[in-house]
């Protein structure tokens, strides 16, 4: 396998037509190292087990 597991925290904008982002403190996003392609969104105490 040439890319990773990587977790990030999970954004939305809450603004249509401006650019108004929050973070949701209760999740993260999982996503491809390699081409950034979101995973799965699990709750924020998820401890990855790889």
Same mark, same amino acid.
């Given at each position: 396998m040439d890319w990773t597991i990587e977790q990030n925290d999970v954004l939305f904008n809450v603004a249509p037509g401006a650019?108004?982002?929050r973070q949701h403190a209760d999740a993260?996003? +999982?996503y491809r =190292?390699?081409?950034f392609a979101? +995973? =799965?969104v699990v709750p924020n105490l998820y401890k990855p087990g790889f």
């Open positions: 650019m108004h982002i993260k996003v +999982l =190292s390699d081409t979101p +995973l =799965s």
